[in-house]
């Protein structure tokens, strides 16, 4: 009896050595990839609660120094978390605010500078949307209407479709291109528009069949970019 239990159990050691000898290298494998797979993953995670823990501490600073309006402050606060954590939400709102700072304090080019990266850079389409219209709003300023157009030329999401044609339609106007202008207000007339801003661009686009079509549109493009800019300011506060 004994034998034959040895026997059986020969057998079975033979078929699991033939059994590892074909397959061992490939679950070897498996185990490893595996293993590793779980490994980068715990790793990956751990890298990104750290970067967003680095990243929220390096936006306080940011945060105290605009709240101290301290432009050197801000501005080297900003860069810091451009370079470092750029495609952090941290990083992105800190552009708008900039943006903004520099902008109430007359400094233009730098919010221009600030708002151009955070439209190239935002991945979520409402920010990148908001960015664009804030973008244009200040190269009106800087009167320069064919990269303020240019800003606007990729589709904006449906929510936007009247902002971008309204703020397309004032630029028009500002460059003597009336017809192509009409034609931009008719299409911000959407139904979703409504409230005063509908009222608003019904004036701007009755004013282009007006006599006076050159002063009265150009007077009500100027009124309506102001309107617009402060539409975008406030929807990126939000």
């Known amino acids: 009896m004994a034998n034959t239990f040895d026997l059986e159990e020969q057998e079975q050691l033979d078929q699991i050595k033939h059994f590892w000898q074909q397959y061992g290298n490939a679950i070897t494998w498996v185990l490893i990839l595996v293993l590793g797979a779980y490994a980068g993953w715990n790793g990956y995670q751990y890298w990104k609660v750290n970067t967003a823990n680095k990243a929220a501490a390096l936006y306080d600073e940011f945060d105290r120094?605009?709240?101290?309006?301290?432009?050197?402050?801000?501005?080297?606060?900003?860069?810091?978390?451009?370079?470092?954590?750029?495609?952090?939400?941290?990083?992105?709102?800190?552009?708008?605010?900039?943006?903004k700072?520099?902008?109430?304090?007359?400094?233009?080019?730098?919010?221009?500078?600030?708002?151009?990266?955070?439209?190239?850079?935002a991945t979520d389409v409402g920010l990148q949307s908001v960015a664009r219209l804030r973008w244009s709003a200040l190269l009106v300023q800087k009167k320069d209407y064919d990269r303020a157009l240019a800003a606007l030329a990729a589709p904006f999401p449906e929510?936007?479709?009247?902002?971008?044609?309204?703020?397309?339609?004032?630029?028009?106007?500002?460059?003597g291109r009336t017809?192509?202008?009409?034609?931009?207000?008719?299409?911000?007339?959407?139904p979703a528009l409504t409230g005063e801003y509908r009222r608003m661009v019904e004036v701007k686009r009755s004013a282009m069949?007006?006599?006076?079509?050159?002063s009265a549109a150009a007077s009500t493009a100027s009124t309506a970019t102001s309107a617009v800019a402060a539409s975008a300011s406030a929807a990126a506060s939000r």
């Open 101 to 121: 700072h520099h902008a109430d304090a007359g400094r233009v080019d730098d919010a221009i500078a600030a708002i151009e990266w955070l439209s190239r850079q």
């Open 209 to 214: 069949a007006a006599p006076t079509v050159a």
């Open 179 to 190: 017809e192509q202008a009409a034609a931009e207000y008719q299409k911000a007339l959407q």
């Open 65 to 99: 120094a605009l709240s101290a309006a301290e432009t050197s402050r801000i501005s080297r606060a900003f860069a810091d978390l451009r370079e470092r954590f750029g495609d952090t939400i941290h990083a992105r709102h800190a552009a708008l605010l900039v943006a």
């Open 159 to 175: 929510p936007f479709h009247a902002l971008a044609a309204d703020r397309k339609a004032d630029i028009l106007v500002l460059q």
